[in-house]
């Protein structure tokens, strides 16, 4: 992706979002369930993803890429410094040995325990492939240690990147008290400003079941919202019924526009035809009422399909 992309991406959450549920296509269930039960922290743990990638492919040379570099000739200068160490030290017992070894080093290092106490005594120390086992150890261990330092950094980084996009991708984080989408203000919803979503999606996904047959439900807030007939329960009506239509009763700082929209977005589509069982486990329902015609939507039109969200 080229660098125009990522600076438009990072300062509209719309298109953040849509570059998250991209992703997503090619993850599994249990993704998708970080993000439908905790989409902040989910959006947040993409960050270091996508910080990477911006790093390597926007600033070749710089950034991430300069670090590992750093730390592969710290590695170099270390693997250098071991193994002169190694051929330097001379002394009859591994146990005297290994603490003339570790005065050489001028660092702190993980040292390996090739040998047992008991074989100290009978160790051959000019041993070629004792010589080249101690020094491959001590290279794991740098290299694990480097590691380290490298994923730190990167957390890092991707840390501070969102302390200073966050307020730009997530604007308001409330979300839809069905179907748990995220409101679409890209700023906080301040008194007397209502949530809104552009697209509802199946309420399956907020974890709606209907009573009686357990079936998960696919219809979408908008749809529910119109109808003279339909109730929902939930802990914020102490699990008494309360007509769908009748929302604000409960949720005063939201609007649903009450549509008759018979069909959910394609992407939802897919994402809920393709993990319904799953779905519906996660619900302790049936998937029974997942369309067999959703079938039809596959992961290329799921894909185009976020171009208007």
């Known amino acids: 992706m080229s660098r125009g992309h990522y600076s438009k991406t990072f300062n509209d959450k719309s298109k953040y979002k849509a570059m998250v549920l991209k992703r997503l296509l090619y993850e599994n269930f249990a993704q998708y369930k970080s993000y439908l039960e905790d989409p902040v922290e989910c959006l947040e743990h993409w960050m270091s993803k ?96 480097l590691k380290e330092i490298y994923e730190e950094t990167k957390l890092q980084i991707s840390e501070d990147m969102w302390d200073r996009f966050k307020d730009i991708l997530l604007g308001c984080t409330a979300c839809c008290p069905f179907c748990e989408e995220m409101c679409s203000s890209g700023e906080p919803c301040g008194e007397g400003v209502y949530h809104t979503v552009s697209l509802h999606r199946p309420q399956c996904l907020g974890r709606y079941t209907w009573v009686d047959s357990k079936d998960i439900v696919v219809e979408v807030c908008s749809t529910l919202v119109k109808s003279e007939r339909t ?33 959910p977005p394609k992407y939802w589509k897919y994402v809920t035809y393709t993990f319904r069982e799953d779905i519906a486990k996660w619900c302790g329902g049936s998937s029974n009422s997942v369309p067999e015609e959703w079938k039809k939507v596959s992961e290329e039109k799921a894909r185009e399909s976020i171009r208007v969200f």
């Open 231 to 263: 109730k929902f329960r939930n802990s914020h009506t102490n699990e008494e019924f309360v007509y769908c239509k009748d929302y604000k009763s409960c949720y005063a700082d939201w609007h649903i526009e009450p549509l008759d929209i018979k069909n």
């Open 50 to 145: 996508f910080v990477a990638e911006h790093c390597e492919d926007s600033y070749p040379g710089t950034t991430l890429t300069q670090i590992e570099k750093l730390l592969q000739k710290e590695f170099e200068k270390c693997v250098t410094v071991v193994k002169s160490a190694i051929e330097n030290t001379c002394c009859p017992k591994y146990s005297d040995w290994i603490g003339k070894f570790a005065e050489k080093i001028p660092f702190n290092i993980t040292l390996p325990h090739l040998l047992t106490e008991e074989s100290y005594s009978v160790a051959r120390l000019d041993d070629t492939t004792f010589k080249k086992d101690f020094l491959r150890n001590i290279e794991v261990s740098l290299e694990i240690k």
